[in-house]
């Protein structure tokens, strides 16, 4: 095909690809020695351009308005809002169900108290996805959710100022999260699937309202588990001892 | 900002700093496409939102206008681009009478008239509403190769076309954008009329041609 171009006809089906660098290195050379040589296609490359040049020095004015940056700027904070939020809860709530279960199986020495507290309370203070007006609601809002059933208790003869959940990862296992308030503390529950409840199976044990509960106590907070089904329910609670027990397995 | 947390939010970061780059090409992208301030601004937005969503498919070191400019466009194409017959209305001109007037013996006499050299008289405001007025399938074409300087692979992925597609869009989008702005000279005294015969004649074809539209 060498030498194609030479010709005034090629050639000019050709001006546009050579400005609009279409053209292989090869075909470009050639192009321009037949436009040095031909002051007609010359003429209609130079028009060519011409408009080329003018649309663009007639668009480079153009600025973004102020209130467009702004609303572009406000995207970007949200977005960034989001995923900050979101990696600030995911290591402290799995910090809070690992210290769980690390200081579940008794070696609480060196876990710095500030550390667990931090993560209690985090684990006490989760964000809800759902407020539920009563345990039922809430069974049905993890239904669909989650491959294991969720069984939340009626707590006996106390009032429940705010019950709701969410569902959230520990590692890679879906977990319902699930906190009731009472007037004077909170219960906070996390269920997960358990295929090997053995392991969990440590500290003191106790039978209350006919269900096998293994307790502790850290820091001045109550730990609980129990299963259910091939299910494990964990709660941690800043209540006293008695009124646990009593709300919890009347 | 606050790349301290984690690698997600360093490529907001990222993200954020090139669509600053290329926000004010993009906002004249986006007003040609739309033709309208408020509208321009809001295909942005929702251009940028997209960009948001989907920045996973974007390869850092790869061609970033490309990327940005295809979301652009396929925004506007799916979203805000009137329906069809509202726009021929608003343009003024169907593909048909383009295609009549682009006739290949038209385009040779134009071929052959001496150059001239008008379009550096012209203002911006005047050759960007000539611009405007092209009908949807060429301005955008144009507006992304002339005036944004993609490839036409980048253009062809753009609008979901084949390059041969973008070609001929190119092409025929030019040849009447050269038509409007040369018959704009000539109203402005810029050319002209009757210097030499084959002027005259344009004219008559021109001049022709808007008759038929506006009536």
Known sequence: ?250 | MSSLFSPRVKKIDDLERLIDEHLDDLYGAALRYTRDQSRAEDLVQDTVMRALRFRDQFEPGTNFRAWIFTILTHTFIHGYRRQKREREILEGVTRDDVAKELSSETNQRHAEAPEQAYLEQLFSDDVLAALDSLPEEFRTVVVLCDIEGLSYKDISEAISSPVGTVMSRLYRGRRILETKLLALAVEQGIVRTGANGQESDRVVDLNRFRRRHSG
Not at chain 1, 58 to 66: E, F, I, M, N, T
Not at chain 1, 130 to 159: I, M, T, Y
């Open chain 1, 1 to 250: 095909m060498a030498g194609y171009l030479q010709d005034c006809e090629a050639a000019r089906s050709a001006i546009a690809f050579l400005l609009d660098d279409e053209l292989d290195a090869e075909q470009a050379i050639e192009l321009e020695a037949h436009l040095d040589q031909c002051p007609a296609c010359r003429a209609l490359a130079e028009r060519e351009g011409q408009l080329r040049l003018a649309l663009r020095r007639a668009s480079k004015d153009v600025r973004a308005p102020s209130s467009l940056r702004r609303r572009v700027h406000q995207l970007f904070e949200d977005e960034r809002r989001v995923h900050t939020r979101w990696h600030r809860w995911v290591p402290s709530l799995a910090a809070a169900a690992i210290l769980l279960t690390f200081l579940w199986a008794g070696s609480h020495s060196t876990s710095p108290q500030a550390v667990y507290e931090a993560a209690v309370h985090r684990a006490n203070n989760l964000p809800f996805d759902v407020v539920a007006a009563n345990v039922g609601e809430l069974q049905s809002f993890f239904r669909d959710k989650l491959p294991f059933p969720v069984r939340l208790p009626q707590l006996g003869s106390v009032p429940v100022m705010r019950l709701g959940g969410r569902v959230t990862n520990l590692g890679s296992r879906d977990v319902a999260y699930v906190r009731y308030e009472l007037s004077d503390g909170r219960l906070s529950f996390f269920v997960y699937d358990d295929p090997n409840p053995e392991i969990s199976e440590s500290g003191a044990f106790y039978r209350l309202g006919g269900q096998h509960v293994y307790l502790q106590h850290v820091h001045g907070y109550t730990i609980a588990r129990w299963h259910n089904s091939g299910v494990l329910y964990s709660v941690v609670t800043d209540l006293p001892d008695d009124e646990f027990s009593s709300v919890l397995f009347h």
